[in-house]
């Protein structure tokens, strides 16, 4: 979250250097400037968001250690922090994901980052490990998710359109109008492309309603409406013969199936903040989620109807005790989701004989409490947990295998507990350390107890997750040098993994457990920063994380993997940028990545090959007329033409593993905006 103080906000944005002392961080409910969190925390603004296209947040999030955005297809998204992607085939598990206060979950609760336009997202926050004491289940992470808002004040009307190669076109049209008490923005996005592999188009259009209102200094109401249509096919995976062969080519069962999604959803939140005085507040949100999802696939073709509505507040009282500055802050967090999901024969890409109809209901809910202590010699202390309930009820309304219907399945998990302490130790006002040791679980998603066999695998257990973490962060020469490193150990119990049978069907088991350490690192350096010059600014950075991922109880059938590299995260990943902006308005942004080897089965027989990308992007921004502002830009994308896969299929059958990523690509686009 944005400090509230705006003027703080210029100062992030503009200038040469990062003062971590100024950024404002949400994680953990603390609110607290980055320098005072203990916890590791990877930051996007804007400004970072746009050094790459607006076509995906994909090239932006793998900045960030540790951090690792997949494409298995156009617009398949599989998000892992930490190797948390080990159980997801598809989609987001094993994360939490926040859009504006209010939990991003679709009834199944994988989260549909898909119907997300990159460009309607103003920030991106991301908590690794553990956050179970205030966000409840996941031990991969969580992710705080802001959309794009209008300045206070700004009334404006701006439009802008993208081409670029293999197929690709989008354009956008926006408004907002504000005053200093309110502002509502109206955002129109579309995105189509041809697509690089055979049978990989897309046509995704998103229509963003937001807006603020500060009736008063103590209350704040804030909402969203974000609905999205989006419809993409699906390639399907390549052997390694297939792959190097012709990595553009599509698995010709996916061809003849018509293999795709179709998918329209509706998101709603809003925000409450009141201020009661110095002492007590309260921030209370509700939320509602509504979807149709249609995917003729390979082996079936499966209709969902979604809801879901929750809610969350929190309630903060500040105050001293034995003279020491001390907040607590209680909360309770809940949904209630409903999908009915019919599974069909595929006949060509047409629904054929019903195989089964299933009503899943599903309830989580959690409560927290947290307090954070200003001890004496500039030491932080957070103390925080959460008790988590996670109820689910699965009921089989018909089944062609069976003369009658299947009797309703219940299942509650038993309630779990989520601890967690932080201390920060703040050295000087430049130069701070931070410890912290939490507990995490993640319970078995909707897509994993009832996964696309037709089964209901109700003896799976949610994973239990323990993480040790210790880090600095801070700034040097005048600002111009900033650093953080952190070093984690997670050990991870009833690992849920996933594998894919003859039918080409997931299944899922719990494997024992695995044990991730690990160091990530962020650097910057500005070497020019002279703000009246010509040469306005040349940043150097560079990120890197080091993951020493082993399975560390694994027996499935009379295979041991036991001290087997975790599937799916590569050993080492390098990042490298530049960003240069000058006086006129030219500006370029150039980025390396080396990703080192990844396994692709839990035997460790099958690697992905390390490789290196490169890519930049270089424009001209400049404000003209007192009151126009124009964005002109060009950039390239995978520039020496690797080929690679992006979004391997973890454990597939027949050595299917591969998931070609687009060769290179060019891109280039405007953007006009009118103030008034």
Do not use: C
Not at 288 to 310: C, H, K, L, M
Not at 530 to 536: D, E, K, N, W, Y
């Amino acid at each position: 979250m944005v400090p509230q103080n705006r003027k703080q906000l210029v100062i992030l944005l503009q200038p040469l250097a990062v003062n971590l002392q100024e950024v404002v961080v949400r994680g953990y409910e603390t609110r607290r400037p980055l320098l005072q969190t203990a916890g590791s925390i990877g930051l996007l603004e804007k400004r970072d968001l746009e050094r790459f296209s607006e076509t995906t947040l994909v090239p932006a999030l793998n900045t960030i250690p540790g951090v690792r955005m997949e494409e298995r297809a156009t617009g398949s998204y599989r998000l892992s922090i930490r190797g948390s992607s080990l159980r997801a085939p598809f989609g987001v598990r094993n994360v939490k994901v926040y859009l504006n206060e209010v939990p991003l979950v679709e009834a199944n609760s994988t989260l549909p980052l898909n119907l997300l336009d990159a460009a309607t997202i103003g920030s991106v926050e991301v908590i690794k490990g553990p956050a179970g004491n205030t966000y409840g289940a996941g031990t991969g992470g969580t992710v705080l998710l802001e959309t794009v808002r209008p300045a206070p004040g700004e009334t404006s009307v701006s439009a802008g359109g993208l081409v670029g190669s293999f197929g690709l076109r989008r354009a956008f049209v926006s408004a907002a109008v504000g005053s200093e008490k309110s502002n509502f923005l109206v955002r129109y996005d579309r995105q189509e492309l041809d697509g690089y592999r055979e049978h990989s188009a897309l046509d995704r259009k998103t229509l963003l309603v937001s807006g603020q209102l500060n009736p008063s200094e103590k209350q704040t109401f804030s909402f969203h409406g974000y609905y999205s249509d989006l419809y993409y096919e699906l390639p399907g995976a390549l052997t390694r013969a297939q792959f190097e062969q012709n990595p553009r080519a599509a698995r010709q069962l996916n061809k003849d199936q018509q293999a795709s999604i179709d998918l329209s959803a509706l998101n709603l939140g809003l925000v409450h903040t009141y201020r009661f005085n110095d002492a007590w507040s309260n921030t209370t949100s509700v939320f509602g989620v509504f979807s149709f999802f249609d995917n003729p696939f390979p082996t079936d073709y499966e209709r969902n109807t979604n809801q879901a509505f929750g809610g969350r507040s929190r309630t903060t009282y500040r105050t001293a005790l034995a003279g020491l500055p001390t907040r607590f802050t209680l909360g309770v967090e809940g949904y209630r989701s409903f999908m009915n999901s019919r599974h069909y024969n595929n006949k060509a890409g047409q629904t054929d004989t019903l195989r089964f109809d299933d009503e899943i209901v599903q309830k989580q809910g959690f409560v927290f409490g947290q307090a954070e202590v200003d001890l004496p010699a500039n030491f932080i202390l957070t103390l925080g947990a959460s008790l988590n309930s996670v109820q689910y009820q699965l009921t089989r309304v018909y089944d062609a295998a069976m003369a009658s219907s299947v009797p309703t399945q219940r299942r509650n998990l038993d309630p779990q507990f989520s601890p967690r302490v932080g201390l920060v130790k703040v050295i000087t006002p430049q130069l701070s350390a931070h410890a912290s040791v939490s507990a995490g679980f993640s319970p078995p998603t909707d897509a994993e107890i009832r996964p696309s066999t037709g089964s209901f695998n109700t003896s799976l257990q949610p994973e239990k997750g323990l993480n040790y973490e210790a880090g600095i962060r801070g700034n040097a020469l005048n600002r111009r040098l900033t650093y953080d490193v952190v070093g984690f150990w997670f050990k991870l119990k009833e690992t849920i993994v996933v594998r894919t049978n003859a039918q080409d069907q997931d299944e899922f088991l719990n494997a024992g457990a695995t044990r991730q350490q690990g160091m990530e690192a962020a650097l910057g350096y500005a070497v020019v920063q002279a703000p009246t010059q010509t040469l306005r600014q040349v940043r150097l950075w560079s990120t890197y994380a080091f993951s020493h991922f082993r399975f560390q109880e694994y027996q499935s059938d009379e295979n041991d993997y036991s001290g087997n590299r975790l599937t799916g995260t590569p050993r080492h990943v390098l990042t490298l940028g530049l960003d240069a902006n000058t006086k006129p308005g030219f500006y370029l942004h150039a980025t390396a990545n080396y990703t080192s080897d990844i396994p692709l089965n839990d035997a460790n027989t099958v690697y992905a090959s390390e490789y290196y990308l490169f890519g930049g992007r270089l424009g001209f921004r400049r404000t003209f007329l007192g009151s126009w502002e124009l964005d002109v830009y060009t950039g390239v994308d995978n520039a020496t033409d690797r080929d690679y896969s992006l979004g391997n299929d973890l454990n597939g059958f027949g050595g299917r593993y591969f998931q070609a990523a687009p060769g290179r690509s060019y891109y280039g686009g405007v953007q006009l905006k009118k103030s008034f």
